[in-house]
């Protein structure tokens, strides 16, 4: 059973640093994509960061590009969400969620993780 | 990028009931050469994550009921629920992944009336 959990999350001030993780188990990880999308509280559903299974290939949507860096260790089965700069609009649930193959390219998503929620606020 | 746009916002439907929703992409997202239409549906219930019930438009994801349906192309897509039950009220996503980004649609709140 795939099972990912999330982790790191919490209150920050603007301009603060937080890092997430999310676990993985239950499948092979190096051999998907993964993915953070993240939900505003009331809100719909945001892509951030898109990372291959090899870690070759990455996506950050425009709203987080040059502050949040997505990376994982796939001896560790754990991916990551480096994110610098946080401005109160990046408050929201952030999901890990993982992708039908080893690219990110024109995939869905398969399976999500609980969430983990980060609030920035001074 | 693909705006993916859903209808209604919000609805309400009897138990026992038929609860239509719609989503409509801003380009076509059926890819010619293989004849797939590159849009999914989640359904996430309250407090919980999203959870994936269609690719590919109308293939159904392993566990999800059959009451639940998926259909459309190109441009027009649904998801309907055949009888609604109370385990069903959620809010409902659509998502394209034709191309980057890939974009959902705002959701669709389903309640019982």
């Known amino acids: 059973e795939v099972q990912l959990v999330e982790s790191g999350g919490g209150l920050v001030h603007p301009g603060g640093s937080l890092r997430l993780s999310c676990a993985a188990s239950?499948?092979?990880?190096?051999?998907?994509?993964m993915t953070w999308v993240r939900q505003a509280p009331g809100k719909g559903l945001e892509l951030v960061s898109s990372i291959s299974g090899s870690a070759g290939d990455t996506y950050h949507a425009g709203s987080v590009k040059g502050r949040f860096t997505i990376s994982r260790d796939n001896s560790k089965n754990t991916l990551y969400l480096q994110m610098n700069s946080l401005r109160v609009e990046d408050t929201a649930v952030y999901y890990c969620?993982?992708?039908?193959?080893?690219?990110?390219?024109?995939?869905?998503?398969?399976?999500w993780g609980q969430g983990a929620l980060v609030i920035v606020s001074s | 990028d693909i705006v993916m746009t859903q209808s209604p916002d919000s609805l309400a439907v009897s138990l026992g009931e038929r609860a239509t929703i719609n989503c409509e992409s801003s380009?076509?997202?059926?890819?010619?050469?293989?004849?797939?239409?590159?849009l999914a549906w989640y359904q996430q219930k309250p407090g919980q994550p999203p959870k994936l019930l269609f690719y590919w438009a109308s293939t159904r994801q392993s566990g999800v009921p059959d009451r639940f349906s998926g259909g459309g192309s190109g441009t027009d897509f649904s998801l309907t629920i055949s009888s609604l039950q109370a385990e069903d009220v959620a809010v409902y996503y659509c998502?394209?992944?034709?191309?980057?980004?890939?974009?959902f649609g705002q959701g669709t709140k389903v309640e019982i009336k």
């Open positions: 380009q076509s997202v059926l890819y010619s050469s293989n004849n797939k239409n590159y």
């Open positions: 239950g499948f092979t990880f190096s051999n998907y994509a």
């Open positions: 998502q394209q992944y034709y191309n980057t980004p890939r974009t």
């Open positions: 969620a993982k992708e039908l193959l080893d690219s990110w390219y024109n995939s869905y998503f398969d399976s």
